[in-house]
């Protein structure tokens, strides 16, 4: 059965840094590429980045980029979304999702991908 499941969301100071992990099961990591989004309270879920089965990547999404980046590991199954000088907008609940080996054209939209994680929260308050 396949799974994705997020970890890492917290309660952050402006300017702070999180590191979010996106653990998989149930197929092989390197054969499905892995976007992230986000969704603040009473906003349309967005995409912010994916990051295809070779590791090549998309455009960030304009608000997060120089902030935040996009990792894998393979071996451990994992894709990582390292986000740094934290701001209040980007307080949300952050997803991650899993569609087969490369991002797909409108990787910014939701219904592109197959497989999602349940998403963790993230509030960037002081």
């Known amino acids: 059965q396949l799974q994705l499941v997020e970890s890492g969301g917290g309660l952050v100071q402006p300017g702070g840094s999180l590191r979010l992990s996106c653990a998989v099961s149930?197929?092989?990591?390197?054969?499905?590429?892995i976007g992230w989004f986000r969704q603040a309270p009473g906003k349309e879920r967005r995409g912010v980045v994916c990051?295809?089965?070779?590791?090549?990547?998309?455009p960030y999404l304009d608000s997060v980029k120089g902030r935040f980046t996009i990792s894998r590991d393979n071996a451990r199954n994992t894709v990582y979304l390292q986000m740094n000088s934290l701001k209040p907008e980007d307080t949300a609940v952050y997803y991650c999702?899993?569609?087969?080996?490369?991002?797909?054209?409108?990787?910014?939209?939701?219904?592109?991908?197959?497989?999602w994680g349940q998403g963790t929260q993230v509030t960037v308050s002081s």
């Open positions: 990051i295809n089965n070779s590791g090549g990547t998309t």
């Open positions: 999702a899993a569609v087969a080996r490369s991002c797909p054209g409108f990787y910014w939209r939701s219904d592109e991908y197959n497989y």
């Open positions: 149930g197929f092989s990591l390197a054969s499905y590429a």
